[in-house]
């Protein structure tokens, strides 16, 4: 069974900073990976989108990496902003475009003026 | 206006009651999801559907029900709620596209903003 952790669960930066959120899945043999941005009463957005071909993905300022034999992705944000507070989830998609999503508990970025 | 809209938007009820929570989209996608979201667990399935005559069982199904009115309607239905059915539930689309290369498909989700429930 496929499990996703998120380690920091918390994180709170000064304003400028760069910052790295991990993912991990317990189960290599996935489909994709996507991280999402969740902010409050607004629902998620979706960020970056990687095929298990690819090694990464890039919009902006946010880089995300994919490492399938190491069950890792990491969502790297350059020259954070306070904008940028929010809760960050990624999510893996099985073997085929069928699969069910499993989602991380998240991980709750607070950037400080 | 929003692409998934999720309606209501909060809901207090009580043990016993029945509850529908409506989604609707204006994106033209063929598959709805519904999941809940409970702290530290993040995101898990409760009922998909990939046309209105596909609908599919997630990972906690149980003590739930879904309807596909129509392509761009997907309600969820509690038929007799509990306290632990408290939880803020997300409805979300997607589309299945093949870009240029063909052998890459992207499925990216979209969601609403969610409902928030408590069960007294």
């Known amino acids: 069974k496929q499990e996703v952790t998120q380690i920091p669960a918390a994180l709170s930066v000064p304003e400028g900073e760069n910052l790295v959120l991990n993912c991990s899945f317990t189960d290599s043999a996935i489909y994709n990976l996507q991280w999402f941005r969740q902010d409050p009463g607004k629902g998620l957005t979706s960020l970056l989108l990687?095929?298990?071909?690819?090694r990464e993905q890039t919009s902006g300022r946010l880089n995300a990496s994919l490492d399938k034999s190491s069950g890792r992705s990491t969502l790297y944000i350059a020259a954070s902003q306070p904008g940028d507070s929010a809760t960050y989830l990624c999510a893996v998609r099985g073997k085929t475009s069928y699969d069910k999503v499993i989602f991380g508990p998240g991980t709750s970025l607070s950037v400080i003026p | 206006d929003a692409d998934v809209t999720q309606t209501p938007r909060n809901r207090i009820t009580k043990t016993g009651k029945r509850i529908m929570l409506e989604c609707s989209q204006t994106?033209?996608?063929?598959?709805m999801y519904w999941y809940r979201q409970d702290p530290g667990l993040g995101l898990r399935l409760i009922y998909y559907s990939f046309d209105v005559k596909d609908i599919n069982k997630g990972e906690i199904s149980d003590g739930y029900s879904v309807s596909r009115q129509a392509q761009a309607k997907f309600s969820l239905s509690l038929e007799s709620a509990i306290p632990n059915q408290t939880a803020l539930y997300f409805c979300a689309t997607a589309v299945w596209t093949s870009g240029a290369s063909s052998i890459l498909a992207k499925n990216i989700q979209y969601f609403g903003a969610g409902t928030r429930l408590s069960v007294l």
């Open positions: 994106k033209g996608h063929d598959r």
């Open positions: 990687i095929q298990s071909s690819q």
